[in-house]
């Protein structure tokens, strides 16, 4: 009777059960057979991402450090070649998106950053110039706005280096940014390294 029992509720615990799709199954050699993620998975996943991201990126003043007005700022990752870096510096790259930050709040200006940023990669751009202003006038702090950006920039894993821009492009008020190249990027210039065309 016991054994009729365990039957019963088994099968009772397994009745909203289903099969799995044939794309779920697992296969013969003990692999479970890749699932194609919906577009609407693909859409919950990068606003994770960007959730995440943006946990990361504080917008309270007093949690980053101030940088004044006037300062001069550089931020490089370890591994980057001196001569890019001086490149960079000497802003000798060319860069077709620019981010004017100005009138916006820190909360504003942080999305708009990570969002320009993340457009930049998927376009192919490795520069981009990003104005912040002086903020001379700015509360708590003079600086607040560069104070942010600086820190935001510095946390943010796809940014390669900054460095305060030109007198030209807006000097201690803007940077150049260099962000690293795209997944796709490296795979492309891999291949064509490899085939002997990376001086071209």
């Known amino acids: 009777m016991e054994r009729l029992d365990d039957d019963l509720l088994f099968s009772q615990e397994m ?3 289903k099969p799995l799709k044939e794309n779920q199954k697992t296969q013969s050699n003990g692999l479970t057979a890749q699932i194609t993620p919906t577009f609407g998975q693909l859409v919950k996943q990068a606003a994770l991402n960007e959730h995440e991201l943006l946990a990361m990126l504080p917008i309270a003043p007093f949690q980053f450090k101030t940088v004044s007005p006037d300062e001069v700022v550089e931020h490089r990752h370890d591994g980057m070649q001196e001569a890019v870096y001086k490149r960079l510096r000497q802003g000798k790259y060319d860069f077709k998106t620019i981010l004017d930050l100005h009138s916006y709040s820190l909360q504003q200006a942080r999305g708009s950053l990570v969002n320009c940023i993340f457009a930049a990669i998927e376009r192919g751009e ?11 006038h700015s509360k708590p ?11 935001w920039l510095s946390v943010i894993e796809q940014v390669a280096a900054f460095h305060s821009a030109t007198r030209e492009q807006g000097g201690s008020g803007a ?3 260099l962000l690293k190249k795209s ?15 990376g001086f071209r």
């Open 141 to 151: 702090y003079p600086g607040l706005m560069k104070s942010a950006v600086c820190h």
């Open 126 to 136: 490795r520069n981009i110039l990003v104005i912040h202003g002086k903020g001379y």
């Open 15 to 17: 009745a909203d059960v």
């Open 183 to 197: 997944s796709q990027q490296r795979i492309e210039n891999s291949e064509l390294n490899r085939k002997g065309g």
């Open 175 to 177: 940077l150049f940014v």
